[in-house]
C-alpha cells in the first residue's frame, strides 16, 4: 500500500509540470495576413501581394525550439501585381496554379532560438529548417523568423480575438530552383531571384487549419 501512495504522490509532482502545447493559427476571414514577393527587370521591379495565407504554429510555451511544429500554404492564383494581364500570364504560363495551385512550407525542426520561453511582448528571432513546396517541387530551405507574442487583452481583441503572434520573415526564392522560367513581360525579362516577405499574425481563437498534402 506504501508504495503505491509513494508513487500517486510522484504522480500528482510531474503532472503539474507538464505544460500543455498551445497552437496560434493563420486562418483571417478578412485578408489582413500578408505575403508578397519583389522581382526585378531591368527597367522596373514588379512587386505581387496576396492575403490567401493559411497555417498554423504550435509548440510547447516552456520548450519553442524542442517542441515547434507546424504548416502554412499560399493560393498563388491569388497573387495581384497591379496589371490584370501580367497576373494572368504570370498564373497561367509560369506559375501554372491550374496544376499547382499552392506554394507550402513545411516545419520540420527549430534549428536556432534566441529565447526558448514564450514571454509577452518580447521578441524572438528564429531560424526554422523545413520542406518549400512550388511548382510541384519540394526542396529543404532554412527560414529566419522573427515572432512576437501577445497574450490577449481589450486592446488586441480589437484587431483579433485570443493570444496573438505576430510572425514575420524575409527570404530569397530562385525561380530556377523549381523548374519556373523567368516571366518575360514584352521585352524586360525579370532576374532569377524572387524576394519574399510575410506578415502573419497568428492566433489562438480563429479556426482549425486543414492543410493540403
Known amino acids: 500500500m506504501r508504495k503505491y501512495l509513494t508513487a500517486f504522490f510522484l504522480l500528482l509532482l510531474i503532472v503539474p509540470c507538464l505544460a500543455e502545447e498551445v497552437t496560434f493559427y493563420v486562418?483571417?476571414?478578412?485578408?489582413?495576413?500578408?505575403?508578397t514577393f519583389t522581382s526585378k527587370a531591368p527597367l522596373e521591379t514588379v512587386m505581387g501581394r496576396t492575403g490567401e495565407v493559411r497555417g498554423f504554429i504550435a509548440f510547447d510555451p516552456e520548450d519553442i525550439k524542442g517542441t515547434a511544429r507546424g504548416g502554412f500554404e499560399v493560393d498563388l492564383a491569388s497573387l495581384k501585381t497591379g496589371i490584370g494581364l501580367r497576373d494572368k500570364h504570370m498564373r497561367e504560363q509560369?506559375?501554372?496554379?491550374?496544376?499547382?495551385?499552392l506554394v507550402s512550407f513545411k516545419l520540420t525542426r527549430v534549428a536556432q532560438a534566441s529565447g526558448n520561453i514564450l514571454e509577452?511582448?518580447?521578441?524572438?528571432?528564429?531560424?526554422l529548417e523545413g520542406q518549400f513546396k512550388l511548382h510541384g517541387m519540394t526542396r529543404d530551405i532554412t527560414l529566419p523568423v522573427s515572432?512576437?507574442?501577445?497574450?490577449g487583452t481589450e486592446e488586441t481583441q480589437k484587431h483579433r480575438p485570443g493570444d496573438l503572434l505576430r510572425i514575420t520573415a524575409d527570404f530569397d526564392v530562385l525561380l530556377s530552383d523549381y523548374n519556373i522560367a523567368r516571366p518575360q513581360f514584352i521585352i524586360l525579362?525579370?532576374?532569377?531571384?524572387?524576394?519574399?516577405?510575410?506578415?502573419?499574425?497568428?492566433?489562438?481563437e480563429l479556426p482549425e487549419v486543414a492543410l493540403a498534402e
Open 189 to 204: 525579362k525579370l532576374d532569377d531571384l524572387q524576394k519574399i516577405s510575410i506578415d502573419l499574425m497568428a492566433s489562438t
Open 27 to 35: 486562418n483571417d476571414d478578412q485578408k489582413r495576413d500578408i505575403v
Open 147 to 151: 515572432v512576437k507574442y501577445m497574450k
Open 120 to 127: 509577452d511582448n518580447q521578441n524572438i528571432d528564429l531560424v
Open 94 to 101: 509560369y506559375l501554372e496554379t491550374d496544376q499547382y495551385p
